[in-house]
């Protein structure tokens, strides 16, 4: 074993100088780096948690070399604070990092960078991390008691539908009914009802009105058919529509809404959000830039849902959900999920989970935790498709 080093630690003392000269001491060969030569293992070490910036130019060959790398902390050219690489940097297959793991190895090519993820607990405590990384024991599911029935576990009504998108709303359903509710009814355009009425029979759907969209005059039908339901879910499918419906169905409704896709782009603006009950919003970046009027990150979501009350789910890889107090980081999720229908699933599983007892953050972000691990599942034995991703879902 070499070193290959790129500069010696600063000063007279202090535990790097130590090491240092305890390696030299100890018969280590330790030269000043040059160019990239032959080795069966890089271990990189040359940066850590601190580094902002470019790597040296000198140091950029080595990022190349085809064998084996371990990194210590972060991969160096990795800024740990935000998955940003600037010019260069290392494609670890194995990283080790302290305490926990650090922003950078979540967001941007962190994930890639990284390679397998190995946290060491090096007696510092549990200080109040700045984003938390969701697993399987964070993302619980609703729990059926021994009496339950089909109204007791929760019920959703979704509001969709228009010519051309009129399988969002079935996607959205039969997602809803796959994760747990006991009933689900599609309120959709009165033109649309007979598509429904034979596209599954174990979902329910009621017309409103004689034309095949939404409009304004129908927000007090709606909220009259969707009355027995716990919770609302618009948007799948429901295509442009005038504003005043969307939002007076925020206002009308007394309880949970998760708002989705066409939904989300009626809103005049992020006060149509501010509502006593829970509401939950699903935007892609697209959305929650025409929504906030902002570029989508964590930070920005966290700000939406500080200033309206409600919960965002900002989709992506990864997904955010925050209350504006805590913000959760869902990494289940790859690159499968990057298909037409798959948000309308989601959105049925999030509207399901609410209904079903879990508080609005919990909701959402379990929701994204079991879509993104269904996706990956299905992924393994066929290319998932919004169809697939839903039945999956109730495996």
Same mark, same amino acid.
């Given at each position: ?9 600063? @000063?007279?003392? /202090?535990?790097?100088? =130590?090491?240092?000269? #305890? ?18 293992? &890089? ?44 010019? *260069? ?18 967001? /941007? ?22 984003? %938390? ?20 576990? @929760?019920?959703? *009504?979704?509001? @969709? ?8 709303? %079935? ?7 796959? #994760? ?13 009802? $007979? &598509? ?11 017309? &409103? ?82 929504? =906030? ?30 209350? @504006? ?14 298909? &037409? ?9 999030? !509207? ?6 879990? $508080?609005?953050?919990? !909701? ?7 879509? /993104? ?17 839903? !039945?999956?879902?109730?495996?």
């Amino acid at each position: 074993m070499s070193v290959r080093s790129f500069g010696y630690p600063r @000063g007279d003392a /202090g535990p790097a100088r =130590a090491a240092s000269v #305890a390696a030299a001491r100890a018969g280590v060969s330790i030269d000043t780096i040059g160019e990239p030569e032959e080795a069966d293992l &890089i271990i990189d070490a040359l940066y850590g948690v601190g580094f902002h910036g470019s790597l040296a130019d000198t140091l950029v060959p080595w990022t190349r070399v085809d064998v084996p790398v371990l990194s210590i902390d972060v991969p160096s050219g990795l800024d740990a604070t935000t998955g940003l690489v600037e010019n *260069a940097a290392f494609y670890a297959d194995a990283t080790v990092t302290f305490q926990a793991a650090k922003t950078g190895h979540i967001l /941007g090519e962190g994930p890639e960078r990284s390679g397998e993820l190995f946290i060491l607990d090096i007696g510092l405590g549990e200080p109040r991390p700045s984003l %938390m990384l969701c697993e399987e024991i964070d993302a619980p599911w609703p729990v059926r008691t021994r009496h339950a029935h089909k109204w007791s576990v @929760g019920s959703v *009504a979704v509001v @969709g539908g228009s010519p051309g998108l009129t399988g969002a709303p %079935m996607l959205a359903a039969r997602s809803a009914l796959n #994760a747990g509710a006991g009933a689900v009814t599609i309120v959709c355009p009165g033109a649309l009802q $007979p &598509i429904y009425a034979t596209m599954d029979p174990g979902v329910m759907s009621r017309a &409103i009105g004689a034309g095949d969209r939404f409009g304004s005059d129908d927000t007090a039908a709606v909220l009259d058919a969707a009355a027995r339901y716990d919770v609302l879910a618009i948007g799948p499918g429901l295509g442009s529509v005038d504003p005043a419906f969307v939002e007076g169905l925020l206002a009308g409704w007394d309880g949970p809404v998760v708002v989705d896709a066409d939904g989300l782009n009626a809103l005049t603006g992020p006060p149509a959000l501010r509502r006593t009950d829970d509401t939950i919003i699903t935007p892609h970046a697209g959305e929650f830039a025409r929504l =906030a009027g902002g570029v989508a990150s964590h930070e920005s979501a966290a700000r939406l849902a500080a200033d309206t009350g409600a919960t965002v789910l900002l989709k992506g890889n990864p997904t955010f959900v925050t209350d @504006g107090d805590a913000t959760w980081v869902v990494a289940s999720g790859g690159p499968e999920l990057a298909t &037409i229908g798959t948000g309308d699933v989601l959105t049925g599983m999030v !509207a399901a989970f609410a209904a079903g007892g879990l $508080p609005a953050d919990v !909701a959402a972000r379990s929701a994204a935790f079991h879509h /993104g691990s269904a996706g990956a599942r299905l992924s393994r034995s066929a290319v998932v498709t919004a169809t697939g991703l839903a !039945a999956e879902v109730g495996r």
